[in-house]
């Protein structure tokens, strides 16, 4: 089949940019001719895909985005393909891949009045139920039962379009045997001190993620700990002004090494002593697991999707809602506990050898190629 990719942009250190070229790569081993629309690439392009900038530009991302959808449907209606993917929310999909979360959850609870009356929750609340409202006929795959359940409640959508994945962990993030000489060898290269504990962060959205959290978490360990040495390694491609500024408000900016975006993450996981992740709101999380299956224990809060992982693997802690820093505090002290540590490595690589992790992509290519060929028979019929 031929098939049409949309995502507005694509740069090679977000989660669900990855996801989007293995999907692309996982179509393209079924046989499937893969064209890509998007507004902004960074990175390498994908090998044998037809990659089709869509030139739009404007003030606001929402009059962007109606641009980059009324472009894109010109496009189609002259050059027709047998199936839409989309991995952002806009009008026209036949398949949706649900990376991110509910926007009118977030909307009613985490906004005001007055910002719901805006053209931006306007245009994005459109978007959001162009692919989930009743009416609509966008299959779904989803990688997060929590999201899910906050779909159905403001969508009602039809359970029958909407379809779970497991997750895709990259098989290059397991710990092998090789991993002992690859955490000696990288924290060599950073110049870690021996018995230094290394907390890593990883995530481009450093606001999202919370960054701000981990810094005071940090903090708070310095200031309990005084002579244990330790810091914080942040990897990801966003703004770090105002996270220089607060580590240097809290008097540990020499503890906090921002490294930017980085092709080794599987070697800082496996150099690495505790993942922390205490995200304001992440459908999913894939590092959670990619810390998993690396050995790596995991701080992280309940409202990321994969978070239920580390808890059923005993690997790490997961911070209940409502948020609350002290928790944070307290869970990066007790990692500080070798021993803790270990266990919680020990049934995370069980956990990890036991469980499907891996499959998202291929089977999520299996799926699409079924839901497209049913469509194609209904619309023969």
């Not at 089709?52 to 404007?58: E, L, M, T």
């Not at 906004?111 to 931006?120: A, E, P, Q």
């Not at 929590?146 to 029958?160: I, S, W």
Request: hydrophobic fraction near 40%; proline fraction near 3%.
């Amino acid at each position: 089949m031929r098939l049409a990719l949309l995502l507005y942009k694509y740069f090679p250190y977000g989660g669900m940019q990855r996801d989007f070229r293995r999907f692309v790569e996982a179509l393209q081993a079924r046989g499937h001719h893969c064209r890509v629309y998007y507004n902004s690439w960074q990175g390498d392009e994908i090998a044998d895909a037809e990659l089709r900038r869509v030139p739009v530009s404007a003030r606001s991302n929402h009059l962007r985005n109606e641009r980059f959808s009324a472009w894109v449907e010109r496009d189609l209606d002259q050059d027709p393909v047998d199936g839409v993917i989309g991995f952002n929310k806009m009008p026209g999909l036949d398949v949706y891949y649900a990376a991110d979360s509910c926007y009118l959850d977030k909307a009613f609870n985490e906004r005001g009045r007055l910002y719901r009356m805006s053209k931006r929750f306007r245009h994005f609340a459109a978007y959001e139920e162009a692919v989930f409202g009743r009416d609509s006929a966008t299959e779904i795959l989803l990688i997060s039962e929590t999201e899910k359940a906050k779909f159905l409640h403001y969508y009602q959508t039809p359970e029958a379009r909407m379809h779970m994945l497991p997750p895709g962990i990259s098989r290059d993030r397991c710990a092998g045997e090789d991993a002992p000489a690859r955490r000696r060898a990288t924290r060599a290269a950073l110049a870690v001190a021996e018995g230094e504990q290394v907390f890593l962060f990883v995530g481009s959205g450093f606001i999202k993620k919370g960054l701000d959290r981990a810094i005071r978490g940090l903090a708070n360990a310095r200031a309990e700990q005084p002579h244990h040495p330790m810091r914080l390694l942040v990897v990801g491609q966003d703004r770090e002004r105002r996270f220089r500024r607060l580590a240097k408000k809290l008097g540990i900016a020499d503890c906090v090494h921002f490294l930017g975006g980085r092709d080794d993450v599987a070697d800082l996981l496996l150099a690495a002593d505790t993942l922390v992740h205490p995200a304001l709101d992440e459908a999913a999380g894939i590092v959670l697991l990619e810390a998993l299956v690396a050995g790596l224990p995991v701080i992280t809060t309940d409202v990321c999707g994969y978070a239920h992982h580390i808890a059923d693997a005993r690997a790490g802690m997961v911070l209940r809602s409502p948020y609350s820093q002290d928790d944070l505090n307290t869970a990066l002290l007790r990692s500080l506990d070798g021993v803790y540590r270990s266990q919680c490595r020990e049934t995370g690589l069980t956990y990890a050898r036991l469980t499907d992790l891996y499959s998202m992509h291929a089977t999520g290519a299996q799926l699409i190629e079924q839901l497209l060929q049913g469509k194609q028979g209904n619309e023969n019929a």
